[in-house]
Nanobody
Framework: QVQLVESGGGLVQPGGSLRLSCVVSGFTAEHYRTGWFRQAPGKEREGISC????????YYANSVKGRFTISRDNVQNTVYLQMNDLKPEDTAVYYCAVVSFCLGYVGRPMSSWGQGTQVIVSS
């Protein structure tokens, strides 16, 4: 059974950092494109970053480019999102999912949504 479980969120001050984890089970993460999405209060869910399968090519939305880094640990079967220089507008619930495409944008999700992990950026 394909399952992705997010963790690592929390409350952080502006300028701080967090690392989110997406533990994958039921398939080998390096064989699939994986993306990170977020949904802020009152807004639609948006794809912010993804990593392709074999090549490991990455994509970032303009809103997070230069601050967030996506990576994958093939041994741990986990995808990470390192978030630096966090801003109040990064406050959202963050989700990971297998995605259909990762080149120039984050493709549509191909797996069920998990619980997500809440990130709150506030002083």
């Amino acid at each position: 059974q394909v399952q992705l479980v997010e963790s690592g969120g929390g409350l952080v001050q502006p300028g701080g950092s967090l690392r989110l984890s997406c533990v994958v089970s039921g398939f080998t993460a390096e064989h699939y494109r994986t993306g990170w999405f977020r949904q802020a209060p009152g807004k639609e869910r948006e794809g912010i970053s993804c990593i392709s399968s074999s090549s490991g090519t990455t994509y970032y939305a303009n809103s997070v480019k230069g601050r967030f880094t996506i990576s994958r640990d093939n041994v741990q079967n986990t995808v990470y999102l390192q978030m630096n220089d966090l801003k109040p507008e990064d406050t959202a619930v963050y989700y990971c999912a297998v995605v259909s495409f990762c080149l120039g944008y984050v493709g549509r999700p191909m797996s069920s949504w998990g619980q997500g992990t809440q990130v709150i950026v506030s002083s």
